[in-house]
Every structure is written in structure tokens, then in C-alpha cells.
């Protein structure tokens, strides 16, 4: 009985071939005779309408044929097909998916369905794609996803098996058996181990097969289990890379996007999470994109229904408030089967006992990145076993490796594996944590010496003992000098303090000095501004002067980054005196550092009148400086300042200097070629731009936020100016996205002044998707912080004009003309005497379009008279056609429709010209 239905099975399985193979040959042979046939009778035909009718038979009969030769070819698929469900939430995947494609077809993998895979060039084995990353980051749902999609390549099967449980490995017979039996091998099942992967390789010889591996833990799993025929596909998951031997290679999965990751989480949650855009934001930043807890807390929030704890208002407040209070934070992320918690561990579970304590002592650092050497003083190893420990971690995903050339790879942790290497750091004794602090403070504090020393050698008779050759080469040798210092800015703030209570007066303000404008993502502002005071005190006790104005100017740094303009200035105002009062060699050069300082905060404030002035002074006290960094530097912020303030220069690109000229040059490039790209409606090379600055972050968080608020006017931009209608709504959302995240950024620093730009910027953007009163909202909260701030007026008057300008903007979407026009205008003459003419125009152009909603022509012709001159003069099309069309409203208005036609003609010219 089991042979006949053996013999059955296989005669069913011919014939379901031999049908797939008559459908291609239909699809290949058939379908061209049709058009050939038709082509012969229309020629033989005399009458036109004969011809024609000839013409649309043959090609009504062609496109009938092919989804009945689809429909076929569905009906003889797989006979065991155990696909894996198809994700529900996938998104931002689309370079992953095509990076499987290309692998797909180097490997020779089938690509079309009428297609008869061809024989590959390596045929010794079957496809194999290999995806490995860190627990929870979606190899799942890519590798399900994937499979869907190429499932009509292999119409004899579709195997899934895990390879392990909880990371225990599953017993290789086991798994075989379970493949025989989907493969309906009666009578073959439970034999010898060696009988059934023989027979196994027999069965899936001439078949075109596709298996699944999940959660492999060895590369030895995989062999046991790969198919003998040529034509099968095999697909593998697992945490760590276990294709390093194959000619293959794995594809390594990263967390997705922050737009990416609005999508998966808004989608589990419900649209209702887009109306929190500030708790949707910190619930993404505390999971770190993860796409398995942003699962999770998302199915939380929708099986709560709108329901929340006292004194929490919504469900989506107290989920980003109880996130906040880490570490522990994983626990709070579990609902069902979506346990992150459970997935790290279980890969941490893996590490022998070393490995575990060298994970768990990484959460003492206070840097976002670390070296390889870092565990030697930790764990009093030496550095060869320090990096063998770390290129574990790395290869077991419980770190990730930064690559940034030149330089060293540095390595980081993901948020909620820091979260995790805390909670169990709790656990450690005191006694071992103490010592192993101390003697990183005390590594790290000789590694700061070798620096100084490598930047000014003569500083060898000043500074205390020189460290080892070894601790030197570690000293930033490596990689550049203005990025080391940023990512070691929280241990170098460590290092100036226990330099200055060791007595170190010298090397306790010399390590003060390198510091300034940076932000790290995990130092408090009051203990850095504490170390920046203990630094001029050990200056003074030194009685070095150019200590204390250079200590001076590093602090005036930091709050200009911080954007604490009163004190900022106070603190440089404090510099200038004392530089200027002093005889020291480098005066003009300290001089030239203040201004600098100076004009990058009233630029930061938009108040371009003023920044322009300090950048003159400072670009005349570089001359005599050998230092070209410094004269880059100032070109780049005088350009960045003319634009904004001359309308001929606001298309200009005059960045023509290269990233390689230090990383602060580097920067501002970026950021300055993303505007001039911006303003050129060049979406794609602007926002290149700003993902290639933030790459170079290393931690600092003034960086993160001031992008992502960059990103954010772009894609409001694009919204506004450059996006097809249907698309529109998608650069908006983005704009949502991007705005919120960079006002959460500014909030964890914390900024005051950032955090109301960017809930400036958010308001524009709920207001461009029509959420007056969310906007109403945010614009009134920002202008009753800023004047909660207290800054003095000059500084207040660029923030206080650009509150007013999106309050009237606010106000005109409300239907309430009388109050917009009174903000409007108070904005523009503040704009006005800032120099800021392009916020000035764009002011007018509003004015004119109240004023002609109100019925006032004459004044609305005015205003927008003034706002077309200056868009001419800048060649802003864009903002010049949207003039145009306004204008000519007005003049058909007050009756003057030639006027009127020849405006609305040069509008037409100027949106044919940017469709080009």
C-alpha cells in the first residue's frame, strides 16, 4: 500500500511538472505565433478596420493567456509548502532585500518563473543566503519576507526548520528526520543517521527545493543538513556570522531607519500613535530602533486601547516614562512571544566565563565608543587578550563595530545591550568594580599624557612621567586628533579631574584645554562645567596665563554647543579681557579662537548681522597663523553666513574645501553643501550630505540633534516645493519624524534653546498636515519657554521673530487674519534689522497673502511686490513661481488682467522649467 502511493505521489509529481514545463512553453512559443499569425493576416487583409480587428484579437488572446499561464503555474506549486507568515510590520528593508538579490543572482538562483533556472558556474552546491545580526533586529522577518518572494522558484517544497531552542542546539538527527518526513520518505524515517542524510541527498537531488534554517549556531548544522540537488535554495539565520569560511559570505542585518522604525512601530500601535509624535519618538530613541521591542512595546500600547495609569493622561506618556527610568528598561518590553530580554541573554549565555565579565565591565565606560585596549585595565589583562575579548563580543552582536576611515575600528553598544550589561553589572561586587574604575582612570590619565605629548613634545619636561611606547601608540596616533578627542571626551573630562586631584596642576588644565564644542550622550552639563572650573583653578595655580584664557575659550565652547548663550558670552567676553591685558606669544591666535566662538553662536542664532563681523576679526587674527584648518574653518561659516544674508549669493557653493582638512572642517562642509543643496532642490545630494555628517558623530549629541533638525527642514522643504501631490504626505510624516526626534535630542542634553527650534520645526510640520490646533500648541509652548529662558534681548530677538513667524502662519491656517498679520509683520522688522532679508521676503510673501484674503490689493501688490524682487534676484524658482500665481490674483482682482495673464504665463515658464 505505502509503494503504491509512493508510485502515486510520483506520477502526480510528473505530471504536475510536465504542465509547468507545456505552461513555459506556451508562454515562450505559443504567445509569439499568436502575434506572428496576426501580423500575417493583417497583411493579407485589404480593409484598415479588418486590420485592426486582426490586431486587437491577437493581443486580447495574448494578455488573456498570461494570467492563465500564472494561474497554472500556481496550481502545480509546491506540494509541502511551510513558509514562514509574512510580516505584517516590514519596513525601511528595501537595501537589505536588494543585497539578497544580487547574492541571489551571483549564485545562479532562478529569476523569473517562465524562466528554466540555468546550470551556475559553481553548481557544487545549492544557493545559500546567510543572515546573521543581533538578537531581536528582524533576520526573521527579513529572511520570511525573502522567501515569500522567491517560494515560486521551488515548486517541489518549502522546508522550515530551527536549528536550536532557547540557544541549545537541536540533535542533527532530529532536524533530518523531520526533513524526510515533509518529504514524504515512508519507510525511511528513524534508520541509521548515515541512511537518511544519504537518502535525504538522494530525494533533493533532481528537485528544486527551498529550506529554511533558522537560528543556526555553527556552521557544522548547516553542513549536515545542505541538499544534494544543484537546483535548491537554502536559507539561514543566525546570530552570529558562521559563513566566514564560505565563498558566500553572510549579509549582516542592522537595525532600520528612524523612519523606518515609525512605520513598524505606528503599524503594531495604530494611527493613534501620530498623534504623540514626542512619546512615539522616545519610545523609538529608548529601543534603539530595535525592530523585536519597538514589536513589543507597540502591542502594549494597542491592547491598552487608549487606557492609562494615573496620573499619566495617555498610555503612549506612560510607556515613554517608564521606558525612561533604565536601567531595566529590557524588562519593561515584553508581551508574549516577544521577549528581547530573553533573546540577548540567551545569546550572552553562549560566552565562556571570561567573555561574560569583560561584557558586563564594559558598562562602566562613560564614552559611546571604546578602543580594543580598553578591557586590559578593566580586567587586568593584557591588550592582545583585550582585543581577543572584544572581537568576540563583536562576533557574538553584543557589541557593534564603527568603522570610520582613518583610524581604528572603535565599537559600541546597542541602547538596550547597554541596558542589559547595567542591570547586570548590579549584580557584581563593589569590591571588583571600585579597583577596576581606578585603574582605567589611572590607564586612561597616561594615555592623555602620550597625546599632549604626541601633539607638543617639548612638553616632555612639564608633564609627569611619559607612559609606556604601547600607551603612546594608543594615544590617538591612529586616527585624527580633533576625532579622537571627541570620542574620548567623557574619559578625557575623568582624567583632567583626577589630574587636578593628584596635584597635576599642568596636565589638569593642558587636558581641559583640547575640550569645547561637544556634547557627549552620557555627561551630565554640570559635571563637564565643574571640570572646565577645576581646570582654571589648576591654571592659576600653574600661573599659566595662556592656560587660564585657553581653558576660557574651551568652556565658552562647550555653551556655545549647549546653546547657554548668556553665560557663553560672558565666559568669552571674560577670555578676550584677559587675552588682550596679557603679553603671551600666542595672543592673536586666542584672539582669532574667541571670535571664532563668538560669530558661531549669533550664526547658530540666525542674528547674521552680528555672526559676520566676529568671522572678519577672526579670519585677520588667522592670517599670520600656519595653521590652514583654522582659515578653512572660517571660510566655510563667512559663506554659510553670506548666503543668508545677500539674495545673489543663496545658490552659491562655495564649499569647495575637503573633508580631509579635519574633522570639524569635515562637518561644516557637510552640513554646508546639504543647504546649498537644499536651496537647489537637489533632495537626494542634500541628504546625503547630512547622513554622511552624522556618521562622524562618535557620540556627540549636539551633532545627532542638530541633523536630524536639518533633516527635518528638508524633508518640509521637499513637502512644500519639490514632491509630487501624490507623495506629499509621506515627506510631511518624515518632517513629523524627523522634528520630534531632534527635539527629544535637545531635551535629553538638555538645550532650552535647541529644544524650541525644534518644536518650532515640528509645529510647521504638523501644521503642513493640517494639525492647526497640535501646532497652535507647540508654537504658543515655545514662546512661552523662551521667555521662561530669560535671555538677554538681542540674543531673544532672532528666536523671538522666528516663534512669531510660525505663530502667524498658525494663526492664517485658522481662519484668524487680523492676529497673523500683526505677527507676521512684528517678525519681519525683526528679520529685518537682523539682516536675515530671505526670512524678511519670505515674511512679505505671507503679508501679501493676508492682506489679500482681507481684501486689502493694493497693500497685498506691495508686499508681494517685494517678495518677488527678491526671489528673482536669488533665483529661487520655486518661491518665484508660487509669487507669480499670487500676484496675479491680486491683479485680476483690481482689474488688471493684462498684468495678471503676463504673470500667470511667467509662473507657468517657471514650473515647466523645475518639472525639467
Same mark, same amino acid.
Given at each position: ?33 499568436t ?13 484598415? @478596420? ?86 531581536? =533586529?528582524?533576520?526573521?522577518?527579513l ?38 518526513d ?56 543566525? *546570530?552570529r ?5 564560505? =565563498? ?17 512601530f505606528?503599524s ?20 534603539g ?19 492609562? @495609569? ?51 565591565f ?29 572581537? +568576540? ?68 619636561? =612639564? ?14 596616533s ?15 573630562? +575623568? ?7 593628584? *596635584? ?12 569645547? *564644542?561637544?556634547?557627549p550622550?552620557?555627561?551630565? =552639563? ?40 548668556n ?16 603679553s ?121 540633534? /542638530? ?23 509621506a ?13 527629544l ?13 525644534a ?39 532672532p ?8 505663530l ?29 532679508f ?15 484674503? /482681507? ?7 506691495? /508686499? ?53
Amino acid at each position: 500500500m505505502r509503494s503504491f502511493k509512493r508510485r502515486r505521489s510520483a506520477r502526480a509529481r510528473r505530471l504536475r511538472n510536465g504542465l509547468l514545463i507545456a505552461c513555459k512553453f506556451f508562454s515562450r512559443a505559443v504567445l509569439p505565433l499568436t502575434f506572428a499569425f496576426a501580423t500575417r493576416m493583417a497583411a493579407k487583409t485589404q480593409s484598415a @478596420n479588418a486590420s485592426l480587428r486582426w490586431w486587437i484579437l491577437a493581443t486580447t488572446i495574448s494578455f488573456l493567456a498570461i494570467p492563465v499561464v500564472e494561474w497554472l503555474a500556481r496550481r502545480t506549486r509546491a506540494t509541502v509548502a511551510e513558509l514562514p507568515e509574512r510580516p505584517h510590520a516590514f519596513y525601511g528593508r528595501e537595501d537589505d532585500m536588494r543585497a539578497l538579490d544580487a547574492e541571489y543572482r551571483a549564485q545562479g538562483g532562478a529569476r523569473h518563473w517562465w524562466r528554466l533556472p540555468k546550470r551556475r558556474r559553481h553548481a557544487r552546491s545549492p544557493v545559500r543566503l546567510y543572515l546573521h545580526g543581533q538578537p531581536g =533586529v528582524g533576520k526573521g522577518a527579513l529572511l520570511a519576507e525573502y522567501a515569500h518572494r522567491i517560494a515560486r522558484h521551488y515548486p517541489h517544497g518549502v522546508f522550515r526548520e530551527p536549528l536550536s531552542e532557547g540557544g541549545v542546539a537541536r540533535p542533527p538527527d532530529e532536524i533530518l528526520n523531520s526533513l524526510l518526513d515533509k518529504l514524504k520518505a515512508n519507510g525511511f524515517v528513524n534508520q541509521t543517521a548515515a541512511e537518511n542524510l544519504e537518502h535525504f541527498r538522494k530525494l533533493t537531488h533532481s528537485g528544486r527545493y527551498l529550506i529554511i534554517l533558522e537560528s543556526a549556531l555553527s556552521a557544522n548544522q548547516i553542513e549536515e543538513l545542505m541538499p544534494d540537488g544543484l537546483r535548491c535554495a537554502v536559507l539561514v539565520t543566525s *546570530g552570529r556570522d558562521i559563513a566566514e569560511t564560505t =565563498v558566500t559570505g553572510s549579509h549582516l542585518v542592522k537595525v532600520p531607519t528612524t523612519n523606518a522604525a515609525w512605520d513598524i512601530f505606528c503599524s503594531v500601535a495604530g494611527d493613534a500613535a501620530r498623534s504623540h509624535p514626542e512619546c512615539v519618538a522616545e519610545i523609538i530613541e529608548l529601543c534603539g530602533c530595535l525592530p523585536l521591542a519597538l514589536l513589543a512595546a507597540a502591542a502594549q500600547l494597542a491592547d491598552r486601547k487608549g487606557i492609562a @495609569n494615573p496620573p499619566y493622561e495617555d498610555p503612549y506618556t506612560e510607556m515613554a516614562a517608564t521606558l525612561r527610568k533604565g536601567p531595566g528598561r529590557l524588562g519593561q518590553l515584553n508581551h508574549g512571544a516577544m521577549v528581547p530580554r530573553q533573546r540577548i541573554e540567551a545569546e550572552y549565555a553562549r560566552l565562556g566565563e571570561l567573555e561574560r565579565r569583560a561584557f558586563r565591565f564594559l558598562a562602566l565606560l562613560e564614552t559611546e565608543t571604546f578602543l580594543p585596549w580598553v578591557l586590559s585595565p578593566l580586567l587586568e589583562v593584557t591588550d592582545a587578550v583585550s582585543a581577543n575579548l572584544i572581537g +568576540r563580543l563583536a562576533r557574538a552582536q553584543l557589541i557593534e563595530v564603527v568603522g570610520q576611515r582613518p583610524g581604528p575600528y572603535r565599537y559600541t553598544f546597542h541602547p538596550l545591550v547597554r541596558d542589559l550589561a547595567h542591570t547586570l553589572l548590579m549584580d557584581e561586587n563593589a569590591a571588583d568594580m571600585e579597583p577596576a574604575s581606578a585603574r582605567f582612570e589611572e590607564e586612561f590619565l597616561a594615555v592623555a599624557v602620550g597625546f599632549l605629548l604626541r601633539r607638543r613634545p617639548l612638553l616632555v619636561n =612639564v608633564l609627569p612621567v611619559p607612559p609606556t611606547p604601547e600607551r603612546m601608540e594608543m594615544a590617538g596616533s591612529a586616527e585624527p586628533s580633533q576625532r579622537w578627542v571627541r570620542a574620548e571626551y567623557a574619559n578625557l573630562v +575623568r582624567a583632567s579631574s583626577a589630574a587636578h586631584r593628584q *596635584g597635576e596642576w599642568a596636565l589638569s588644565w593642558r587636558i581641559a584645554a583640547l575640550l569645547g *564644542g561637544c556634547v557627549p550622550l552620557r555627561l551630565a =552639563v554640570p559635571d563637564a562645567l565643574e571640570v572646565f572650573e577645576l581646570a582654571h583653578m589648576a591654571a592659576v595655580r600653574d600661573a599659566a596665563i595662556d592656560g587660564e584664557i585657553e581653558v576660557l575659550i574651551a568652556k565658552g565652547s562647550y555653551l556655545v554647543s549647549t546653546e547657554d548663550y548668556n553665560t557663553s558670552f560672558e565666559t568669552l567676553e571674560e577670555a578676550m579681557r584677559q587675552a588682550l591685558a596679557s603679553s603671551v606669544s600666542k595672543r592673536s591666535l586666542l584672539a582669532a579662537r574667541i571670535h571664532r566662538e563668538m560669530g558661531l553662536a549669533w550664526l547658530q542664532l540666525g542674528a547674521y548681522s552680528n555672526a559676520l563681523p566676529q568671522f572678519s576679526l577672526a579670519l585677520s587674527e588667522f592670517a599670520g597663523s600656519n595653521d590652514p584648518q583654522d582659515q578653512r574653518l572660517i571660510g566655510i561659516l563667512s559663506a554659510e553666513t553670506e548666503s543668508a544674508r545677500r539674495p545673489e549669493r543663496w545658490l552659491d557653493n562655495p564649499y569647495t574645501a575637503s573633508v580631509a582638512d579635519g574633522e570639524v572642517v569635515a562637518y561644516r562642509l557637510h552640513l554646508g553643501r546639504s543647504e546649498a543643496a537644499r536651496r537647489a532642490y537637489r533632495w537626494e545630494a542634500a541628504e546625503k550630505e547630512l547622513h554622511e555628517g552624522l556618521t562622524s558623530n562618535l557620540g556627540d549629541a549636539r551633532r545627532r540633534a /542638530s541633523i536630524q533638525y536639518r533633516l527635518a527642514r528638508l524633508a518640509l522643504t521637499r513637502y512644500r516645493n519639490g514632491a509630487p501631490r501624490r507623495g506629499r504626505a509621506a515627506y510631511a510624516e518624515q518632517a513629523i519624524q524627523y522634528a520630534a526626534t531632534s527635539l527629544l535630542r535637545f531635551q535629553y542634553m538638555p538645550n532650552p534653546i535647541g529644544e524650541i527650534r525644534a518644536r518650532c520645526m515640528l509645529a510647521s510640520a504638523l501644521l503642513a498636515t493640517g494639525r492647526t490646533k497640535d501646532a497652535l500648541y507647540h508654537g504658543e509652548r515655545a514662546q512661552g519657554d523662551l521667555v521662561k529662558i530669560g535671555l538677554k534681548s538681542e540674543l531673544a530677538k532672532p528666536l523671538f521673530a522666528r516663534v512669531g513667524r510660525l505663530l502667524g502662519q498658525v494663526r492664517l491656517a485658522d481662519d484668524d487674519p487680523g492676529r497673523a498679520k500683526d505677527l507676521i509683520a512684528e517678525a519681519a522688522r525683526r528679520f529685518k534689522e537682523l539682516d536675515d532679508f530671505r526670512s524678511y521676503s519670505e515674511c512679505k510673501f505671507l503679508m501679501g497673502v493676508i492682506q489679500y484674503r /482681507s481684501g486689502d490689493y493694493i497693500d497685498a501688490r506691495l /508686499s508681494l511686490a517685494g517678495a518677488h524682487a527678491y526671489f528673482a534676484k536669488s533665483g529661487d524658482t520655486v518661491q518665484l513661481r508660487s509669487t507669480l500665481f499670487a500676484m496675479a490674483k491680486v491683479d485680476y482682482k483690481i482689474g488688471k488682467k493684462l498684468a495678471a495673464a503676463d504673470h500667470f504665463l511667467e509662473a507657468m515658464r517657471h514650473r515647466r522649467a523645475v518639472s525639467r
